[in-house]
């Protein structure tokens, strides 16, 4: 396959449909290539002009004399596939389409994107778009500005690619208006060819990006995202906005982890394992591009606030402790060197407020003092210009007395628009700045947590022997009959062959006599009655748990055959269940849930009421290692109940994380499996009395047209 | 008391430290007065100087020959109680003290400070400060901008109160940046008189002002406050950023409801029943008051999207949906009627996409069909400018369009900075215009809660015939014996007065039999120790449940007895209680804090794991009327379990709405007891079988000097 270097680093250009029309996309786009100043050769491509802006133009791409590496495409719809059938000729490498009016219309578009594709195929050029608005990159070697944006991208080390094409404009401002810088901007458009994986890839491996930010409306292969980022975030930050958090899942499912798990979960889930850092809103990416651009990773949590009012440090300090950092404490020496200098009304605990009087001075020396205190990760500076001071030079010294030291430091400034401008530009080591304490913290908590991602261990994905290899075959045999549920026994083969602790069980066909069975279960247990038909149970007298001894067992069987001719579903019952008794415990959710896109999404929770009403559970895509597990059992809010409150006994917390990780294998062994739910799991401080009480395995139904067995 | 209308409303004002010095206060408060265009006459008082600023100059504000209504003061510390007894002596009606160093720099500045309340006590004038950076009123008879900030308040109908004199310059510059105005600005300093309340009170009145905004570090007087507020925020919406929020809580507290009320509880709950929007950051309450500003409150939540392009709208949808909005579904005759005019590509369902062909015209029309749908209470605009299209144009016919129609237009414009600053300017009727959709949305779901806050029903506190008059003497007679926790018997005499359905209890002294005291309960009973010292009486195996007749009864007593002795606390045991057994049940949790400041904190929550584990509570501050415990029963997460799940039968809700209103009326009867406890009250289907299982109350310990009884 054609590198993306044809598309990123051209030697040469073609612009087909470039227009000396003012006000038209063909025109604005040649202007930007030759004002940012592109590092190669330029070739208008348009049959009506001989030249535009005095540049010789080409009739066709065809007829150019030099190679050209990368085309971009402005002609009308109708016209794009023949114009590409062209550059596939000449040997393009890489195709940037902006054209409008393919899938995105529907209908004839549909067909004029498939000729596209059909065309890609054909000769292996690369292609962005079609539907974008292009893309640039600042390499100095390069400078190529590919959009028809009306502002450039200026020089930076924010590479960002974003799916909508109509708000890259709002992303070159935001980025704009910050100071910020991008070396690679891209739109992907409809993506028939390079999609945000490529991008991740390419972007991974390039020494100028030094974070990556995208804005994302859909996955297109989320294993492959996995993959790729996982190994990218672990050196180099990647930060997503993705939308359509809130679109109703619409996968029909009846099982509970089905039920529970809407579509943004699947994301969620996905970002957080890849070490992905997701925001809300495209302003919160760019605070939090700042933070990153100016800064060392911190080495821990622990902030300390060094300001000169007290009403801003409350509220940094406020949002620091509700975002999950630590207030630093400071060091009797670090105090005793502040107050030799600070005026005796100045606070000298974290935050460290120096009062109103504090000018460029009190700044930079006391910044070094706490910079040199062992106990503080991270300075946020706060500053709020009285008369008389000037914002500059107390930037200036604190853009000194920062440079001697590898930790980071920020600032929240409240002073006039002009400063944010001025100060950056002048003062190269100077803290990223923000408005308000509450964005200035928000960012630096997202900081800390990518430092803590980096910091953590990869994990390992275990494999535990399994049982009894046979269970492929039980699925296989419920998928060529149509698919669907397992019966209870079948369930139990499955679970019991990767090591899940079924309740003892035996079935009673209706006439036959249950003492016998009742005999290898033993006492105490649970009769249950069976059939293909029969749900909710309970409600129908079909459960009656607890029998203690032969006679309560008869009793029992008697009272909920009565039952069930009383609720009138006697025809339907094939037989009876007998099930041992699970020793009492704290009852836990496992359960998985496969999603087209994003494959089997593994759940732990609370069982009853707390996954029910409190929706108290976590999710995790595929694949799942001792790390994961650990922290999903953790990341339950009810997790206290599994430690023991009340003097309640710890349960065996190891247990469900070796149980989740066992579940992550069956899932990943046996993908025909669709949904499985163990509901509840009895946790006991002994792991010998664990137990799945109840669990539902439902089997995709055969697929038309393959060949998987 | 003099009116704060000799602050506000000034005919003369003398600037007691005016100063021709460049770059002092005593200069810029003098250029600031001059240059707003101050309505009145202007006196500098300095015995250095002859004039001022080309203006007559006075020694001092004894010698100015004409009234003086108010003097703003900005000398040297150490003169300002002199300079304040003079005015006190010409008869001056409001001081506003800019000057610094009193009670925030403690020592020598607290007893500076001391004096100007003498001051103000034996003169009667108001005060605003000391520590503070002025004032202003933009009324066009007044004009009055009496800050040193460097900049002008504008014209408008906010009127902002700032406790943090160091943000005063950053709220203004925030309010200049979204083209806002200011009616009255007022950074109130160390408040030695006028305070929130005071300016509530004073704005509430003013109907210049149409918005209020409060920057709070502390409160004044909860109860005025609440009483205040909660009149005025029917009419003028109140927004409040509230600083401290985490600071933590240093009530040391042993009830449940102490431990779980934090501080800042107590001022989430106060806010919220006062109507009071609460907002974390000075961003968004700008955000807000730009959405109030400009648009008149809806009639619903129903919000419909009009945009050029798919992914802001994208966004903005999850954004309504998440922060509780409602997508509107548009008739079919509006989808008809846009349909006739829109293009082929156009999405005519909610979000309604016009592509990004859409021009002015477009938006006109498709706004005033929108506006005209029923179904639809709020319209918010996206806009992403393509080429050629002037944001100008779209906007002016936005504007144009909605002139007809009482409903509230937002927009989301993603444009460059210049027209967010043009547009208001030109087109009076231009919606309010935000940079991102998730701002935009979340502040029209502020202004949306804001309306359901005014269509409350105001609610009643009800009175409940008490039974017991002498229960007065219970907690009276606790409280001269040194506070403390009354014993079980007097918990039961209190709520059962108060007609909480409390256990039939009886008790018995160590070494009597309890066979008596059984026939009086009854069976099933439960027996528990009792004793003063003892605590965690279940760890002890001082509880035994469930006893169901004489023999188990004689059996679980002599058992009590051995585990009593085994524990060794036999000694500190008094004797024993015999209890009614609760029928089973739903369990909650009613409780009372007393909070210094803001007196009783009522809690209702779900009991046992629910409350220690999972936080699942809620609290009120007094008065709590029925609508107050309406709202709290719905809004615990678990409330699905009172409604019942899994075929368990609803409770009586309606019981638990009315007794905490009888709570309330218990705490509100019996200001001296301090903490108490409810926990469980067990809640059935039927009204008769609810049970108090377990209370707890605390009294006061007297107070020293009170002639309370």
């Known amino acids: 396959m054609i590198t993306l270097d044809k598309i990123f680093k051209p030697?040469?250009?073609?612009?087909?449909?470039?227009?000396?029309?003012?006000?038209?996309?063909?025109?604005?786009?040649?202007?930007?290539?030759?004002?940012?100043?592109f590092?190669?050769?330029?070739?208008?491509?348009?049959?009506?002009?001989?030249?535009?802006?005095?540049?010789?133009?080409?009739?066709?791409v065809l007829s150019i004399p030099d190679p050209v590496d990368l085309a971009i495409i402005?002609?009308?719809?109708?016209?794009?596939?023949?114009?590409?059938?062209?550059?596939?000729?000449k040997g393009v490498g890489g195709l940037v389409i902006l054209s409008a009016g393919f899938k995105e219309v529907g209908g004839e578009g549909i067909k004029r994107e498939e000729e596209i594709v059909q065309l890609q195929k054909r000769y292996g050029f690369r292609i962005i778009g079609p539907n974008c608005m292009g893309i640039s990159n600042s390499d100095p070697n390069v400078r190529?500005?590919?959009?028809?944006?009306?502002?450039?991208?200026?020089?930076?080390?924010?590479?960002f690619m974003t799916q909508s094409g109509a708000l890259g404009v709002a992303i070159l401002l935001a980025v704009q208006k910050r100071n910020l810088g991008i070396s690679h901007f891209v739109s992907v458009g409809n993506k028939v060819d390079v999609g945000g994986d490529d991008l991740l890839e390419y972007w991974g491996n390039d020494p100028r990006v030094r974070v990556m930010g995208l804005y994302l409306e859909s996955f297109g292969d989320p294993r492959r995202f996995t993959e790729l980022s996982k190994k990218i975030t672990r050196h180099k930050p990647v930060i997503v906005v993705k939308s359509g958090r809130t679109a109703a899942g619409s996968r029909a499912a009846s099982s509970h982890t089905g039920q529970l798990a809407g579509l943004d979960i699947a994301v969620d889930a996905l970002l957080r394992q890849c070490g992905v850092i997701r925001v809300s809103t495209l302003e919160e990416m760019m605070d939090l591009v700042l933070a990153l651009n100016k800064n060392p990773l911190p080495k821990g949590g622990r902030v300390c606030?060094?300001?000169?009012?007290?009403?801003?440090?409350?509220?940094?300090?406020?949002?620091?402790?509700?975002?999950g950092l630590t207030m630093a404490s400071l060091s009797d020496a670090t105090c005793d060197r502040l107050g030799a200098f600070l005026p005796e009304e100045a606070s000298l605990n974290n935050p460290v407020d120096m009062i109103a009087s504090a000018g460029p001075d009190e700044y930079g020396k006391s910044l070094e003092v706490i910079l040199e205190d062992d106990g503080v990760d991270i300075v946020l500076i706060v500053f709020v210009p009285p008369m008389l001071v000037e914002p500059r030079e107390v930037m200036k010294k604190v853009a000194e007395a920062r440079i001697k030291h590898n930790k980071p430091v920020y600032a929240v400034l409240m002073a006039e628009d002009r400063y944010y401008d001025e100060i950056p530009r002048r003062f190269d080591n100077a803290p990223p700045m923000y408005r308000f304490p509450e964005s200035a913290v928000r960012a630096i908590a997202s900081v800390n947590r990518y430092r803590q991602w980096c910091e953590r261990p990869t994990g390992t994905v275990t494999t535990f022997a399994s049982g009894d290899a046979s269970v492929e075959n039980i699925v296989h045999r419920?998928?060529?009959a149509g698919g669907g549920y397992l019966p209870p026994w079948d369930v139990?083969?499955?679970?019991?062959?990767?090591?899940?602790?079924?309740?003892?069980?035996e079935y009673v066909p209706k006439g036959e006599g249950v003492a016998s069975a009742a005999e290898k279960v033993g006492f105490p247990m649970v009769l249950k009655a069976q059939g293909k038909d029969i749900i909710h149970k309970s409600d129908l007298g079909g459960v009656i748990v607890d029998i203690r001894n032969k006679k309560t067992l008869r009793e029992a069987k008697a009272k909920m055959d009565k039952n069930l001719k009383a609720a009138g579903v006697w025809d339907r019952v094939d037989g009876f269940l007998i099930q041992e008794m699970a020793k009492p415990g704290k009852e836990v959710i496992l359960g998985m849930t496969m999603d087209e896109k994003f494959g089997p999404l593994l759940m732990f929770g609370m069982g009853g009421t707390y996954v029910e009403v409190l929706k108290d559970i976590t999710f995790r895509v595929m694949p799942v290692t001792d790390v994961d597990a650990h922290e999903m059992v953790r990341?339950?809010?009810?997790?206290?109940?599994?430690?023991?409150?009340?003097?309640?006994?710890?349960?065996?917390?190891?247990?469900?994380?070796?149980?989740?990780?066992?579940?992550?294998?069956?899932?990943?062994?046996?993908p025909d499996i669709t949904e499985l739910d163990m509901n509840p799991v009895v946790i006991t401080p002994d792991r010998a009395k664990c137990r799945v009480v109840d669990g539902r395995i439902r089997v995709a139904a055969p697929k038309a047209n393959t060949n998987e067995s």
């Open 74 to 89: 402005v002609v009308r719809k109708e016209l794009v596939a023949h114009v590409a059938d062209q550059c596939g000729e």
């Open 11 to 37: 030697k040469s250009i073609a612009v087909i449909g470039a227009t000396p029309k003012r006000g038209t996309i063909g025109h604005q786009l040649l202007q930007n290539i030759l004002h940012f100043g």
């Open 635 to 670: 990341e339950i809010r009810s997790y206290p109940l599994l430690e023991g409150v009340r003097g309640d006994e710890r349960v065996d917390i190891e247990f469900i994380e070796e149980s989740i990780q066992r579940l992550a294998q069956l899932v990943n062994d046996l």
């Open 492 to 505: 139990n083969r499955v679970l019991g062959a990767y090591g899940f602790p079924v309740c003892k069980c």
């Open 305 to 323: 606030i060094l300001t000169n009012a007290g009403g801003p440090a409350i509220m940094a300090t406020d949002a620091a402790v509700s975002e």
């Open 478 to 480: 419920q998928q060529q």
């Open 144 to 159: 190529l500005n590919g959009t028809f944006a009306p502002m450039e991208p200026g020089d930076g080390s924010l590479a």
């Open 39 to 60: 590092n190669g050769m330029l070739f208008p491509v348009n049959p009506n002009y001989q030249y535009v802006n005095s540049i010789k133009c080409y009739p066709s």
